[in-house]
């Protein structure tokens, strides 16, 4: 069964952007989306390399070719070593969804911010 996991303060993501915590063995990144606040839990581990992943940014995803660029309504977390894009609600690679990073649920409370794993 999972459980509820208490990983730092809300005050120290919107200041810094995100925090990590190890819960069961595995690092797991709390970060904020800057467009909506919002708050997502991923693994920070990039599958393409084993990058940082939650080191990274959370942007909206730009789609096209050059000359022509669409920005999509979704927000993705962008890895920091080489660039792969991942779904910060499904952790799918937008690009390759074969490629796909752990989400958990995250709640705050009282300012704490809890994930569960």
């Not at 993501?13 to 190890?22: P, Q």
């Not at 708050?39 to 959370?58: F, K, M, Q, T, V």
């Not at 942007?59 to 927000?75: I, L, Q």
């Not at 792969?84 to 300012?111: K, L, N, T």
């Amino acid at each position: 069964m999972k459980a509820w996991h208490e990983v730092g303060f809300l005050a120290d993501v919107e200041r810094e952007g995100r925090i990590l915590a190890r819960i069961g063995g595995r690092e797991i990144g709390v970060v904020r989306n800057p467009e909506g606040g919002g708050l997502h839990a991923l693994r920070n581990r990039c599958p393409h390399s084993g990058a940082p992943l939650c080191r990274g940014s959370i942007r909206k995803r730009e789609t096209g070719e050059p000359g022509r660029y669409a920005v999509e309504d979704r927000a993705v977390l962008h890895c920091p070593w080489h660039g792969w894009e991942f779904d910060v609600d499904s952790g799918y690679c937008v690009d390759d969804e074969r490629m796909r990073v752990a989400v958990y649920p995250v709640r705050v409370e009282a300012g704490r911010v809890f994930v569960q794993a």
